[in-house]
């Protein structure tokens, strides 16, 4: 698998020797701000009060060439404008698109994580099931079930991935990540484990392969997206266990409403053990206004903790580009000998974007 990428970049190199000068150019530039004020109650929350301000910021670049030989080469950088950002670098990539398909090389989501179909394709913004991302929520949870149905990924990290061409809908995708420790931001399970075990191993994933097959289509104004997911590799930390993942889901829209479900599996033998987690939602959207309900329930096999939750939401578009949105969530963990953890939490935001 790792040779046959090596080969297409191989290929894609030769091909940039041989390109005409550039017959198009294109640099745009995008950038969106969150303001985000939550608050709530947990019995495991670690923080010294019930509520927090965040906020999450991000300057988009992106550059386009078209070549005389019709092969566009492109770049495309994610800043993170907050202040107090460690890593000012969101995702980072150059890439080769074309009839041949699309070839992207740098820091920037695998195909496992591009093609993956879940609940949050119903709509959900911060503070829900599908995106637990306020402060409070960050000292609130306190077990190890998966908080969202984002199933392991290679996150950031540095790669090299292949998408084929659109063919009537159906497109699939694959990523190989030597190190899900190197350039990676800290989204994933693997990332966020970086670091050093008992015995001073790395406990990243090293040969990591994410694969993704996908649908986007539509039937007599009903929209269809599939999808179906899979990573595989091995830890870094000895015995060096492997690492399996799968997941899939469906969305389906019509007259403004969205249903949207999916599911993922994982095993990491002895390193993370086997977790699981299915979620399901339903969105609606009729002019400036939206609506969303959703749910989950997951297990993390090898601590027995588990974490049943719910999230609605409504958001409503003040103006092209602006929007407010409020989120309440209701959870329960259970912690096995530790007891449960009740979570409440209320979540509003402005957002605004260019």
Request: aromatic share 10%; glycine share 16%; net charge negative.
């Amino acid at each position: 698998m790792k040779k046959v990428l090596m080969a297409s970049s191989a290929i894609v190199g030769a091909t940039v020797l041989a390109a005409s000068p550039a017959a198009a150019q294109e640099l745009t530039l995008n950038a969106f701000q969150v303001f985000v004020a939550s608050g709530g109650d947990a019995d495991n929350d670690s923080s010294d009060r019930g509520f927090a301000f965040s906020t999450n910021t991000e300057i988009h670049v992106k550059g386009e060439i078209m070549a005389d030989n019709g092969i566009t080469f492109g770049f495309r950088v994610e800043i993170e404008a907050d202040s107090g950002e460690d890593n000012n670098v969101d995702e980072n990539s150059i890439y080769a698109q074309g009839s041949f398909g699309k070839l992207e090389f740098g820091n920037n989501d695998g195909a496992e994580d591009t093609f993956m179909v879940n609940g949050s394709n119903s709509g959900v913004d911060y503070g829900g099931v599908g995106n637990p991302t306020s402060n409070f929520l960050d000292t609130a949870f306190g077990g190890n079930a998966p908080t969202s149905v984002d199933m392991t990924d290679s996150s950031d990290a540095t790669k090299i991935t292949y998408t084929t061409p659109n063919f009537n809908g159906f497109s699939a995708g694959i990523s190989y990540t030597p190190d899900t420790q190197d350039g990676s931001d800290g989204n994933s399970f693997a990332a966020a484990n970086t670091g050093l075990n008992s015995d001073g191993d790395s406990v990243g994933i090293h040969d990591h392969v994410g694969l993704g097959l996908g649908y986007d289509g539509e039937f007599n104004g009903v929209g269809v997206e599939l999808g179906l997911t899979g990573g595989f590799g091995s830890f870094d930390a000895e015995p060096e266990d492997d690492f399996f993942s799968i997941g899939g889901g469906a969305a389906i829209s019509y007259a403004g409403f969205t249903f949207a479900a999916g599911a993922f599996w994982e095993d990491g033998d002895n390193n993370s053990g086997e977790r699981w987690a299915v979620d399901a939602g339903i969105g609606y959207a009729t002019g400036p206004w939206s609506f969303s309900i959703n749910g989950i329930t997951s297990e993390n096999d090898n601590s027995g903790d588990e974490l049943l939750a719910g999230s609605a939401n409504a958001g409503y578009q003040v103006a092209p580009g602006v929007r407010v949105f409020l989120t309440g969530y209701i959870g329960e963990e259970d912690l096995g000998a530790g007891g449960t953890n009740d979570i409440v939490a209320v979540t509003s935001g402005l957002a605004v974007s260019f």
